[in-house]
């Protein structure tokens, strides 16, 4: 196949083969490179349809079963794509990504046992491969097999130190395991490999923060917004940290910022109706809890909330209080605050009766 550079390159390709095809629908070759620029074009419907026509056509390529597995799988006709992948692996049993593919096909199927074996068939074909041992890896951890996937992530770091998601992967098991100290020090591992990654940063934080390291969490928060300062996430868990250093003023900025990038994040919504009753600015606390309710019709919180400031109203609004209060004891029958509040609502009612 000739070497094309650009989208439109490929396109006015992809238009010149077809009228090849039209002239003859029966040569494989045309048809295999009208699959592949089609696929990288992101039309996989007609990828499967030109890597159909070769197997139609005779040409059982293991190859064309394997692309036409791929193509399948990413349009979520995964039974049919295992029997290519299989069919594939018959010809070619030593195609590591094929054992890779048909694994990953089998996750999603919930079939780890089955993927496990193909992952392993990789790691035999190529044990240093780190790339092998990183989908190993990731595997067992979901599978709640630590011990065997730290070792595994530990030997990726040493083959290829600039593996930033083994590095990842490897601190994410150290802290779900309680080693705070260790984890951190292979975040700041992974760190040292990409300086601008926002992702990271932002996942740093966000540990530091579990840990109450709260002054690291939010400079490691802020470094993320600093590389990518367009994710409402980044600035909604900043919000949070600030609040949990009392820094309120901060924190409202930033849950401001959290919704103008992402208005359906009801949190920050809930956020901004906490901090604002806190300070007493009822009227638009009672703004922020509706919109949450409006957002999250089963938030049972914000029926709270939105419930005590109806009480504590210059002309309280006790029968819209209960209502909501009813409606969060409905929603949450164990929540003890609901359950207090409306009792206390029912009594001030039949005092105003």
């Known amino acids: 196949m000739s070497e094309i550079n650009t989208p439109e390159e490929i396109k006015n390709k992809i238009k010149v083969l077809r009228f090849k095809h039209t002239k003859a629908p029966r040569d494989m070759a045309v048809c295999n490179e009208l699959a592949f620029l089609s696929y990288l074009v992101g039309d996989g419907k007609s990828a499967e349809k030109y890597w159909r026509k070769i197997l139609e056509l005779g040409n059982d390529d293991p190859y064309v079963h394997a692309n036409l597995g791929t193509v399948l799988c990413e349009s979520g006709k995964l039974s049919e794509a295992q029997k290519h992948y299989l069919v594939a692996l018959k010809k070619i049993p030593t195609d590591i990504t094929l054992h890779n593919n048909l694994a990953a096909l089998l996750c999603d199927t919930n079939r780890h046992d089955e993927a496990e074996t193909y992952h392993r068939k990789a790691l035999e074909l190529q044990p240093n491969d780190p790339q092998n041992l990183y989908h190993l890896a990731a595997l067992l951890i979901n599978r709640q097999k630590l011990e065997e996937a730290e070792q595994l992530l530990r030997k990726i770091t040493q083959i290829d130190p600039k593996f930033i998601e083994s590095f990842i992967f490897l601190a994410r098991l150290l802290a779900d395991t309680q080693r705070p100290d260790e984890a951190l020090q292979t975040y700041k591992q992974a760190i040292s490999l990409n300086t601008q990654n926002a992702s990271l940063y932002h996942e740093i934080g966000f540990y530091l923060h579990r840990l109450g390291k709260y002054e690291e969490a939010r400079s490691n928060y802020n470094k993320a917004i600093y590389y990518f300062p367009h994710e409402a996430i980044y600035f909604y868990d900043l919000g949070n940290t600030l609040v949990a250093l009392k820094l309120y003023e901060e924190a409202e900025t930033?849950?401001?910022?959290?919704?103008?990038?992402?208005?359906?994040?009801?949190?920050?919504?809930?956020?901004?109706?906490?901090?604002?009753?806190?300070?007493?600015?009822?009227?638009?606390?009672?703004?922020?809890?509706?919109s949450v309710i409006h957002q999250a019709p089963k938030h049972y919180l914000a029926y709270n909330y939105l419930a005590t400031i109806y009480l504590k109203l210059p002309q309280p609004q006790t029968q819209n209080a209960i209502q909501l209060l009813q409606i969060a004891c409905e929603l949450q029958p164990d929540f003890e605050p609901a359950r207090k509040n409306l009792a206390f609502a029912q009594r001030l009612k039949e005092q105003e009766d």
């Not at 994040?265 to 809890?289: D, K, M, P, V, W």
């Open 254 to 290: 930033n849950y401001r910022k959290t919704l103008q990038l992402n208005p359906k994040c009801y949190n920050a919504a809930y956020h901004l109706g906490q901090l604002h009753l806190l300070r007493g600015s009822l009227h638009t606390a009672i703004e922020h809890f509706s």
